[in-house]
Every structure is written in structure tokens, then in C-alpha cells.
């Protein structure tokens, strides 16, 4: 989200998911390990993602491989430990991968509009649809967290600036298309799976951002719907 402010505090909900870490004593203080010995709650889920041997015991692969994973996609704290948080990204990318190329099976999006740009929010896609055709997608989107929601319905994109600044939080906001407020589909430089999620906005990748600049244009229609696991 760029130019409007919401409000209402952010609650991460971090705090109360993150995993026990082992410590080891170092000149009178206590230092966290790089890795924890301690199986998650998760753990069998985790192992059987990451392609690991799944016995549900944490082993120092285990815990290099889900480390791996947390830092890759800005997951915190990224101790390998196979907890909600994680296996919550991994479940998403299930699900992600199980819509295929038929991201509007069920209808939610409407086909009547000609070209629109459809963000499920549930499943964190979106896609450009012309009618009932496929133009491009689903790809993953990286919607707005808790307190911060991408609003749901029908809107239409009403202005773009490629190399717009969010005046809000003075960040970068390439190949911006405003479609709702200060909410737009923009290019982000992290992962499309980092938690908690946008201050509203739809990041998308730099890939993902220019196609969509490509393809649409002001005056075209766009739908948000469903619920962004987590909020």
C-alpha cells in the first residue's frame, strides 16, 4: 500500500509462534544457536515437503534444510524449526501448485467484464482473464496482512506510474496500477511467500509486474476476493 493510510495496529503474531531455541553459554551471556535440535510441530509436514526423510525427529540436516527455506522466503526466526509459520508458506505453495492452469474453476471471478485482472486472496494467486480465456497466470501475490487487508470487490485500475515512491512509507513501488485507494498491484523485491504479508498493496515479482503493465491499462476492471489466510 502506497498513498493511503490505515489504521489500526499490526499484529504480527510472531512472537507466539516462534520455536523454543537451544542456546549455548558464551562469555557470560547467552547467544542463540544457528539451528535448534527441537522437532516442530510440523515437523513430519516439513520433512515430507523439503523431501527429507520423514520421521518426524529433527536431525542436523533436517534443520539446515528448513533453515534454508525460512531465509529463502524471510520466514523469522529462521532457526530450522518446523513450526505454523513455516508449514502455513509450504501448505500455500501446495495449494498454489494444485490450481494449475484453471484458476477461475469456480467461477468467482467474473467473465462478463472483458479483460480483468482476478487476486484470490485464500490462495494468495492472481491471474488476467478475458472473458472465460486465460491471459496470463495464476502467479503468486503477496496481498496485504492483518490490520492491513486488501479490500475485496470490484474496482478498476485508476492510475499507473511505473517508478512511483510510496509516500507513506518512502519505498519503492515500480510498475504501480492503482485500483482501490492507495492499494495497487506493484513489483516488490522479497519473496511472494514472506510473512506477514503487504501494508495492502498486491506485490507481485518484477517478472510478474511489467506482464501486468503490459497488459492492462487504466480503465480496466479488477477483482479481489476471498481471505488472506492469517487475517
Not at 539451528?35 to 515437503?49: D, I, N, R, S
Not at 492452469?101 to 492472481?126: E, F, T, W
Not at 496485504?144 to 512511483?164: A, C, M, N, Q, S
Not at 504501480?176 to 504479508?197: E, I, R, T, V, Y
Amino acid at each position: 500500500m502506497g498513498d493511503k493510510r490505515r489504521r489500526g495496529a499490526v499484529v504480527l503474531g510472531v512472537t507466539a509462534l516462534v520455536a523454543p531455541v537451544t542456546v549455548v553459554a558464551g562469555a557470560g551471556t547467552a547467544q542463540a544457536a544457528s539451528c535448534t535440535t527441537q522437532a516442530g510441530p510440523y515437523q513430519k509436514q516439513v520433512e515430507k515437503f523439503l523431501g527429507r526423510p520423514v520421521d518426524g525427529k529433527q536431525s542436523a540436516a533436517d534443520c539446515k534444510a528448513i533453515r534454508a527455506f525460512q531465509t529463502k522466503h524471510g520466514i523469522r526466526p529462521n532457526v530450522g524449526y518446523a513450526g505454523p509459520i513455516t508449514w502455513g508458506v509450504m501448505d500455500l505453495m501446495r495449494k498454489q501448485k494444485a490450481v494449475g492452469s484453471n484458476p477461475n474453476k469456480a467461477g468467482k471471478c467474473p467473465v462478463n467484464k472483458g479483460r480483468i485482472a482476478c487476486v484470490n486472496l485464500s490462495l494468495q494467486l492472481s491471474w488476467i482473464q478475458d472473458g472465460k480465456k486465460l491471459v496470463y497466470g495464476p502467479v503468486p501475490v503477496r496481498t496485504g496482512r492483518d490490520g492491513y487487508e486488501t479490500r475485496t470487490g470490484l474496482k478498476k485500475v485508476y492510475w499507473r506510474h511505473i517508478d512511483h515512491v510510496s509516500t507513506l512509507y518512502d519505498v519503492p513501488m515500480p510498475y504501480s496500477q492503482f485500483f482501490d485507494g492507495g492499494q495497487a498491484f506493484h513489483s516488490a523485491k522479497l519473496s511472494m511467500w514472506n510473512p506477514p504479508g503487504s501494508h495492502g498493496c498486491v506485490n507481485m515479482t518484477t517478472t510478474t509486474a511489467k506482464k501486468y503493465w503490459s497488459l492492462l491499462k487504466t480503465g480496466d476492471d479488477v477483482y479481489v476476493y476471498g481471505r488472506k489466510p492469517g487475517t
